[in-house]
């Protein structure tokens, strides 16, 4: 399935996924992230503010900055084309971006090369766990030249497209949680 089709194909699934679904989905998805962060070495952990078309990181997020790991969520860099992590904790302040995607407004960010953990947005993965995203590229550009954190992405298992196709250049996952199974 060609990117095109498969961005159609998601949205229209994600206009038939109830919100009793997705709310039953965020607790499921929350249970294995934790199952899965006690496996690795984490400390620095970049996530994002999800969307209505995504699945929700919300719990995880709070989660994240009630615990001891150092939560980072992008903010858009557009005269680099990347994306900058930043530090957050209860309180930061948000701003929506062009994209109307919440964006952090202070300064404290990390390098890429030191986050352990990425929990990276996606509209479909493949058997190779290759990510498809939004079309912006940002993730594959910032993360083109960096192995060192593992790359997690969340899904519901519709998003999982076993024939689609992507580029080279498009960024691999470490792995996926869905609401039914790790991949």
């Known amino acids: 399935m060609d990117k095109e089709k ?3 194909f998601i949205s229209k ?3 038939f996924t109830s919100d009793s679904f997705k709310l039953n989905s965020e607790n499921l998805h929350l249970d294995s992230f934790k199952s899965y962060i006690k ?3 984490f400390l620095n952990i970049g996530s994002y503010v999800s969307m ?3 699945v ?4 995880i997020n709070e989660f994240l900055m009630d615990s001891n790991f150092n939560l980072f969520l992008p903010k858009i860099d557009d005269q680099e084309d990347k994306l ?3 530090l957050c904790r209860k309180g930061t302040k948000f701003k929506k971006n062009s994209y109307q995607i ?3 407004l202070n300064n404290e960010s990390i390098h890429p090369d030191n986050l352990d953990l990425v929990i990276v947005p ?3 993965f493949n058997k190779d766990l290759k990510r498809l995203g939004f079309g912006g590229g940002y993730y594959d550009k910032t993360f083109l030249a960096n192995s060192n954190p593992k790359y997690l992405g969340l899904a519901y298992d519709f998003q999982f497209l076993s024939d689609l196709k992507v580029e080279d250049f498009d960024l691999k996952l470490t792995n996926v949680i869905t609401e039914t199974k790790l991949f």
């Open 13 to 15: 699934n994600f206009s």
């Open 52 to 54: 209505e078309s995504e």
């Open 102 to 104: 919440l964006e952090p």
């Open 6 to 8: 498969a961005r159609d």
């Open 39 to 41: 496996k690795g070495d």
């Open 84 to 86: 900058n992590f930043i």
């Open 122 to 124: 996606l509209r479909a």
């Open 56 to 59: 929700s990181t919300r719990r």
